[in-house]
């Protein structure tokens, strides 16, 4: 069965620090797809990356990076630089689907990130 | 806007009373999901449809809870004999379907359910 954990519930760092959300996940499928939202106070899921299982290279966007690692089946997420408006609580989830196959993603507890002024 | 429309977004009512809530799906996505947030938790999945075909349904969903989406574009949620412990973000998300390259889910901003 999929399963997504993040085992970091709250985390709280200092304005400009660099922070990393951890993300661990377990399927029995060889494809699949792997994604990292963002729910900011206002509560609406915003959807951040989305990465499938046979791309592991390593994503970069703005001060945001991505490190999928098959071999430990992480698939980690760092702020660099972080700002306040980074705030939120970021949900890392799991789709077994790929192409014509039937899925449903399926999302870990979510990690509560504070970032102080 | 071309985004998940959820209505309404707030509903307060008392135990026993029938709920219903609407979504409106991004009109070219064909998968449609329907998930339920408790505070401090992830989204939990309930269902979802490809097109009006209802593929899965949660152990979550009881009897009690039945989602339709009759021509594959809005979709329904009915909650009937609510009870306290239905309280919650129900989240509605849609999708193109997968084949079409792109299988993130676009969130709606929810529906939040309070049952006194």
């Known amino acids: 069965a999929q399963k997504v954990t993040q085992a970091q519930t709250e985390i709280s760092v200092v304005e400009k620090e660099d922070v990393t959300l951890d993300c661990v996940y377990e399927?029995?499928?060889?494809?699949?797809?792997l994604f990292w939202y963002k729910q900011p106070p206002s509560g609406e899921l915003v959807f951040l990356i989305r990465r499938n299982s046979f791309d592991e290279q390593n994503e970069i966007s703005g001060r945001y990076s991505w490190n999928f690692q098959k071999s430990t089946s992480s698939f980690n997420f760092t702020i660099t630089a972080s700002q306040v408006v980074d705030s939120a609580v970021y949900f890392c989830a799991l789709s077994e689907g790929y192409m014509n196959r039937d899925d449903k993603i399926i999302f870990g507890k979510g990690t509560r990130l504070h970032i102080l002024p | 806007d071309t985004g998940v429309s959820q209505n309404p977004r707030h509903k307060i009512t008392k135990r026993g009373q029938n709920v219903t809530f609407r979504c409106d799906p991004i009109?070219?996505?064909?998968?449609l999901y329907w998930y339920r947030q408790t505070l401090g938790q992830g989204p939990e999945f309930l269902t979802y449809f490809q097109n009006e075909a209802q593929l899965e349904k949660s152990r979550l969903l009881s009897d009690r809870f039945s989602a339709e989406r009759p021509k594959g574009s809005f979709s329904t949620l009915e909650i009937q004999r609510t009870e306290q412990g239905d309280s919650a973000m129900y989240l509605c998300?849609?999708?193109?379907?997968?084949?079409?390259?792109?299988?993130?889910?676009?969130f709606g901003q929810g529906t939040r359910l309070t049952v006194v």
């Open positions: 399927t029995r499928d060889t494809t699949y797809y």
């Open positions: 009109s070219e996505h064909n998968r």
């Open positions: 998300a849609s999708s193109p379907s997968p084949g079409q390259g792109n299988t993130e889910a676009f």
